[in-house]
């Protein structure tokens, strides 16, 4: 099995879970015994500064908004460019974090891009993988830039990639352009 830790998990409309319409995973942790990962396109209408009164000492002024990481409950967590605030290195300069000190570091700093998120995606054993093969979700190798990005075309844009991938394989292209109406 080769390891999916790093990279896009993007739904396929064949996939049935309504959890997942549209999602972007970052997958956090892929190997034999399950995987986990966040869906990276999902604000809340709840912000950094609301959720932290529930579990900081202090107030943050931190307008941003949380992410639901998936339907599985869990804590609050971030993915982050901070390495001194880094539990894990999810692919090199992206960090995971989910301690409280870790967390309270990364809301103090505004220099490097974060996101919270709260709640998961996680599969056992194998199950990933059965949905992989059922086709339900296509896979393509993470990108920083698209990962603290607006959530809103993210699922738009990582196919579109996927598709032109495929295309410039296929028949050799040299360029595609935004609009092919302009050919």
Avoid at 38 to 59: C, F, H, Q, S, Y
Avoid at 87 to 96: I, M, R
Avoid at 135 to 141: C, F, R, Y
């Amino acid at each position: 099995m080769k390891s999916l830790q790093g990279q896009f998990l993007i739904a396929s409309p064949h996939l049935a879970d309504t959890n997942f319409y549209k999602g972007v995973v970052l997958m956090i942790k892929h190997d034999d015994e399950g995987a986990f990962g966040l869906i990276l396109n999902r604000p809340t209408e709840n912000t950094v500064a609301e959720v932290w009164k529930m579990v900081g000492e202090e107030d943050v002024d931190c307008p941003r908004p949380i992410f639901v990481g998936g339907p599985v409950s869990g804590p609050l967590v971030a993915l982050h460019r901070l390495k001194s605030a880094a539990e894990a290195e999810v692919l090199p300069g992206v960090y995971f974090a989910a301690h409280k000190d870790k967390l309270q570091k990364l809301v103090r700093q505004t220099t490097k891009p974060f996101r919270f998120f709260t709640g998961y995606a996680g599969w056992a054993g194998g199950q990933l993988e059965d949905e992989l093969t059922a086709g339900g979700w296509l896979t393509a190798k993470a990108k920083k830039d698209l990962i603290f990005r607006d959530a809103d075309d993210l699922w738009e844009q990582v196919t579109r990639t996927i598709g032109e991938t495929i295309l410039n394989k296929a028949v050799k292209v040299k360029h595609v352009p935004d609009d092919p109406s302009l050919n």
